[in-house]
């Protein structure tokens, strides 16, 4: 048990957890609109969130000193050998993107404009200690953008009222769980001047705001199923299990503490819409 536990950690240190999140999300993104996107679709989209968060560790451990964090120091260490192992991932995403349809590789372009903005407005809100928008708000967009665009940009049929709800149930779960990690990380991004909500308002604001949220995507996943009597369970469950596990998380944040239990679990809960796979 300690092996897997020990293996997934190193899983977690690379990112590689929230990049099979990314392509999970994806996948429910895809059957719900009933869209099959080409291969090169999905290596890009692995290759290309891996390589964002890759670069993201690497530009945080430049202050592995200050911040005396097992990632940023993990970082710092081999951050020659990641430089160069980015500029490879870069070369081969660059293959397979090249083999997108040009509506979808348009899209891919506009997608990395918004990170760009993404990590400038970060950057000015930590260093001018300016709150402009919240980061969390502009991770989960980024990531709903990235992972249900290609899909919606698919379909021909028209984004209905269930879709809609959908993607904004899904929206609220990824918020929730961006906040989790902003409430337990408070005392480290204080520390280390990382302006979050949780910084700006303090942790019992954030922890009752995600509440809210998770508790709204499941009042949405419940409407949809009520509402909607033609709508399979199982474009559903995968939402719902992951807003359960979630809310339990923010219910007893002491339970979660210990080892960043309550990271590992959060971000493992978002390989749950796999399931449909199985389930559909």
Known sequence: MKIIFKFYQRIRLLSLDI?????????????LF??????????????????IYLTDHLIDSYQSLINNDVRSDFFHSNRQFFWKFISVLFIVSVIFIQRLPLNILYFGVTGGVFIIIYLVINQVQNRKNIFIIPKEILISVIYIYGTWGVPVLMSDHSVDLLKT???????????TNVLIFSYFDYEKDEQNVI?????KFGKSAVRMFALCMVILSIVLYAYLYIIYTGIEWF?????????IILTVILLFPHLFRKNELYGIIADA????????????
Do not use: H
């Open 269 to 280: 809960s978002f390989f749950l819409p796999f399931s449909i796979l199985i389930l559909k």
């Open 235 to 243: 474009y559903i469950f995968p939402g719902v299990l992951i807003a």
């Open 195 to 199: 302006l979050t909500l949780a910084v």
């Open 34 to 51: 009933d869209v099959t996107p080409p291969t090169a679709y999905w290596i890009s989209l692995f290759l290309v969130v891996w390589i």
């Open 19 to 31: 990049v099979g999140g990314t392509l999970a999300s994806s996948l429910l993104a895809s059957i």
């Open 165 to 175: 709800l959908l993607i904004i149930s899904y929206f609220l779960l990824v918020l």
